[in-house]
C-alpha cells in the first residue's frame, strides 16, 4: 500500500470513529504517527473544508501529543487554528510545543494576542519566547531552539551525568552536550558517549572538543543547513555577539532549511517568485501574480527574435530551407545554456564553486561546449544535405558550433555576474538564458547564412 493510500485509509477510519463513538477514536489515534495526523488534518481543513472536525479530532489528543500534531501543520493553518482557540488552551499547547516551534506560532498571532499571552506567562518563559521571536526570518537565530542540554566548565563526569538526567526530558536532543563557561560562553562539546563510558571522577573540561563548529544567531540559515550536512552534525550551536551560547539549531530543521532553499532555487529557476505556500494550497491569484511578471517580461524580450528575422527577409527568401532549422538551433543553444546555467546555480548553492573559479570553469566549460556543438553539428549535418544542400549544411552545422557554444557560455557566466552584482544568481533562469540565446542564435544564424549563401 502506498503512502497516499494508506493516508486515506486513516482518513476515513478517523471520521467514521469520530462519528461513531469516541471510544472508538481514542482507539485509532494512538496508532498514528504524529507527522500522519497533521496531514489528515489539513487535508481535512482544505479539501472538506471542516475545521469544526478538525478540532474534534485535536481535542482528542492529550496536549503533549497535541503540541506534536501542531508542529507538522502548515503555518496558515497553525495561525487559523490557534487564532480559534482560548487564551488557556493556547498556553497549555505553548507549554508542551519545543521553544522554536512555539515562538514560530507566537508570531504568527496578532500583536494584541501576544501581549495578552505574554502577561500570563512565567517571567523566564516569556522572556525566552521574546527573545527567540525577536531574531529576524532567515536567520540561525530564527530557527534554533533553546531546548538543549547543557553544563557549567569544571564538572566532573559524575556530576555531568546527574545534570544531563535533570535537564534531559526538555531538551530538543541529548545527545550532544555543549560545556558553558562564565556567563554563558561556549567552551566546548561532547557526546553523550563519550561521558557515558568516561571514568566517573574525570573531568568534563579534559573531554570536551574545544574547536566547537558554531554560527552567530544573524548567520543565514542556508549557510548553518550547510555546516550540519558538510559535518555530518546532529545539531549547531548558536551564539551571540557576546560568544554567549543561545541556542542550536538540530539537524531536522537543518533538513527542512535545505528543502525550503532547494524549492525556492527551483522556483526562481523557472521564473516563479517564492510561493508562500506550497502549490496545492497556495491561492490562484497570487499563483498567477508569482508567474505573470516574468513572462510578460520574455514576451517582449522574444520581440528581439522576431526583430533578427525581419531583419533577415532577403536571407530568408532566397533560402527558404533555413526557416527548418532555425527552432532545431536556437532550441539547442537554448538546452545547453539552461545545463549550463543549472549547474553553475546548484554548485555555488551548495559551495561547491565560487566567484573565484569563474576562470577555471571557464575554460573547462570551452572545451565541453565545444566538443558538444560539434558532435550535435555532426548530427544535423546530413539532415542539412538532405534539405538545401552542402552550402546550407554548412551554415547549420556551423550556426550549431557557434549558438551552443555562445549558449553554455552564457549560461555558465551569467550566475556570477548576477552574484558580483548583489543578485540571487538563481535568477539566472532556464526562461531568460533561453530567452536571451534565442536573440542572440537568430542573429549569429542568419549572420553566418547571409555571410557564406552570398559569397558562393
Not at 568516561?198 to 540559515?221: E, F, S, T
Not at 551564539?239 to 532547494?262: K, P
Not at 543553444?333 to 564553486?353: C, E, I, K, P, S
Request: proline share 3%; glycine share 8%.
Amino acid at each position: 500500500m502506498s503512502l497516499n493510500e494508506a493516508l486515506i485509509e486513516h482518513k476515513n477510519t478517523l471520521l467514521e470513529a469520530l462519528q461513531s463513538d469516541a471510544a472508538d477514536l481514542d482507539d485509532v489515534l494512538p496508532e498514528l504517527r504524529a507527522a500522519d495526523i497533521a496531514e489528515i488534518l489539513e487535508e481535512i481543513a482544505e479539501e472538506d473544508d471542516d475545521t469544526p472536525t478538525v478540532f474534534a479530532l485535536l481535542a482528542h489528543l492529550s496536549v503533549e501529543r497535541r503540541a506534536n500534531v501542531f508542529g507538522y501543520l502548515p503555518a496558515d493553518m497553525q495561525g487559523e487554528l490557534a487564532e480559534a482557540m482560548s487564551d488557556e488552551t493556547l498556553l497549555a499547547l505553548f507549554e508542551e510545543m519545543s521553544s522554536d516551534e512555539r515562538a514560530d506560532l507566537f508570531n504568527l498571532l496578532d500583536e494584541d494576542r501576544r501581549e495578552g499571552l505574554l502577561r500570563r506567562m512565567a517571567k523566564q518563559e516569556r522572556e525566552d519566547l521574546k527573545r527567540l521571536a525577536s531574531y529576524e526570518e532567515g536567520t540561525a537565530g530564527a530557527i534554533m531552539t533553546s531546548d538543549y542540554v547543557a553544563i557549567p566548565s569544571g564538572m566532573t563526569v559524575s556530576q555531568a551525568m546527574m545534570r544531563v538526567r535533570q535537564t534531559a526530558p526538555d531538551a530538543e536532543t541529548v545527545y550532544q552536550i555543549y560545556v558553558l563557561a562564565d556567563e554563558g560562553r561556549l567552551a566546548g562539546t561532547l557526546s553523550l558517549r563519550q561521558l557515558m563510558v568516561a571514568r566517573p571522577g574525570a573531568l568534563v573540561d579534559d573531554l570536551m572538543i574545544k574547536d566547537v563548529i558554531g554560527a552567530k544567531v544573524d548567520d543565514p540559515q542556508e549557510d548553518v543547513a550547510r555546516l550540519v550536512s558538510r559535518y555530518d552534525l546532529l545539531a549547531v550551536p548558536v551564539i551571540d555577539i557576546d560568544d554567549r551560547m543561545v541556542g542550536i539549531v538540530t539537524h531536522d530543521d537543518a533538513m527542512d532549511v535545505a528543502e525550503s532553499e532547494a524549492t525556492e532555487d527551483i522556483h526562481k529557476g523557472m521564473s516563479i517568485g517564492q510561493l508562500e505556500d506550497g502549490v496545492s494550497r497556495v491561492p490562484l491569484w497570487s499563483l498567477y501574480r508569482k508567474r505573470v511578471t516574468w513572462l510578460v517580461l520574455l514576451v517582449f524580450a522574444h520581440l528581439f527574435s522576431g526583430a533578427g528575422i525581419a531583419y533577415f527577409e532577403e536571407t530568408i527568401a532566397a533560402q527558404v530551407a533555413l526557416v527548418f532549422f532555425l527552432p532545431l538551433l536556437i532550441g539547442s543553444g537554448g538546452n545547453a545554456g539552461a545545463q549550463a546555467a543549472t549547474l553553475m546555480v546548484r554548485g555555488m548553492a551548495t559551495g561547491d564553486v565560487g566567484v573565484k573559479d569563474w576562470s577555471k570553469l571557464l575554460g573547462r566549460e570551452l572545451l565541453v561546449a565545444g566538443s558538444l556543438g560539434l558532435t550535435m553539428a555532426l548530427a544535423v549535418a546530413p539532415i542539412g544535405v538532405m534539405r538545401g544542400g552542402e552550402a546550407v549544411a554548412m551554415v547549420v552545422a556551423l550556426s550549431m558550433v557557434i549558438i551552443v557554444l555562445f549558449g553554455s557560455l552564457l549560461g555558465m557566466c551569467l550566475p556570477f555576474l548576477l552574484n558580483r552584482l548583489g543578485w540571487d544568481p538563481a535568477t539566472a533562469s532556464a526562461p531568460l538564458v533561453t530567452t536571451m540565446i534565442d536573440a542572440c542564435g537568430v542573429l549569429i544564424y542568419f549572420s553566418i547564412a547571409t555571410a557564406i549563401l552570398t559569397s558562393i
